[in-house]
């Protein structure tokens, strides 16, 4: 990963947040539990209507509360996006939907639509609304507009750098929260209408198919021009209806690389004592899709790092270690986004993609016994002796070893773990604890 050099220090007073809050995407009940133990102070969760993740699992009322019960007793906090634009179809049952996550504990809701914001405040005043980044807010004259609204907190657009932020913050006493890692929409986020086009899967009501990230081939249409009849009446030739292989003219060769239009992914963990100096008081790492290992890996790398800053401003240091984990969890290129400069073409994927992901999530340690070294393991990827396997829990633990004799809970010797969710039991060369992650390469 390439990290961009210091270039400034920024005077931006915090306003709010006396720490930054490490807020984690989670996409269903597990991702939110290993969000929270890896250190997320919050997680926000998409419900079942209302929501930009239509594909995620989501979370029923009951799977909230659950959510909000786990949550509490690591001092977490749980957000809900309701942050879709919504069709007159869709405002109907708002009212109740909102009162019911607030029932079920919801600390906060992230909304876009202004008439949704407009319910919110007016039938639940004990829930938090805060600003989703749909609204691609990006001047301070903006942010004031929400706060005079009754709104706390503003999720900034992706596209607002250091110095606009700097300046949002000198203006309005107000919390900031900003995309600091994750994936990043090749349109203003989320207003995009190629989903729409393509596949009649709208992105701004949780549709998006993620067009951006499709390969394209280049094609001219080879037919004969239009032409007019005549002046008087503007009859047009209509041509015959493109074909591709009868119509086509490829401006391609076919050696050449699928053109694509998406954008690199953003990380921002060569630059945290930046985000802290500037003011943004929540850290947002994107990604309700992810996998628990993403989640937790990214999740993990960050917590070090605000914790190491927060201790000892004047001595922090970015770890290589918290730069080769994140690169584990990887799966696209990665840069700074907007924060220093409005990105360009190298920022952008046309390449084919290096697949940046060498690692599988393979073991999940449910218990250990420190007498005989013995842990006990539940399998979510195949894994056998002999394969090298690298162990990290919560706080940075992290260890490699070989993996030996493997048995089942009877006792039977294993010449692999091959079924999914099924317990083994293996030596460990490290104490281990319950939550603790087994990954292995691919």
Known sequence: METVAVQRKFSGKRNRLDKPELLAPAGNLEKLKFAIHYGADAVYIGGQAYGL??????FSFEEMREGVEFAKKYGAKVFVATNIYAHNEDVEGIETYLQNLYKAGISAIIVADPAIIEVALRAVPGLEVHLSTQQSTLNWQAVKFWKDEGLPRVVLGRETSFEEIEEIKANVDIEIEAFIHGAMCSSYSGRCVLSNHFTDRDSNRGGCCQSCRWKYDLFEDAREDTVWVS?????MKAPAPFKLGE??????????????????????????????????????????????HYVATVVNVYRQAIDAYMADPENYVLKPEWVEELNKAANRPLNTGFFYDTPDHEDHIYEP???????????????????TGMATIQQRNHFKPGQEIEFFGPGGHFFKQVVGEIQDEEGNVL??????????????????????MMRKKK
């Open 353 to 371: 993609e290096e697949k940046a992901v060498p690692f599988d999530f393979a073991g999940l340690v449910m218990g250990y016994d420190a007498e």
């Open 247 to 292: 119509n086509q003219l490829p401006l391609f060769q076919e050696q050449d690389n699928s053109f694509s239009m998406g954008s690199k992914d953003l990380c921002m963990i060569g630059h945290i004592p930046e985000l802290i100096d500037v003011g943004v008081d929540s850290f947002k790492i994107e990604g309700r899709m992810k996998s628990i």
């Open 415 to 436: 010449d692999a773990a091959r079924h999914p969710l099924q317990l083994i039991k293996m030596k460990v060369d490290q104490p281990v604890s319950y939550f603790d």
């Open 231 to 235: 002046e008087e009446d503007m009859q």
């Open 53 to 58: 993740r239509s594909n995620a699992d989501n």
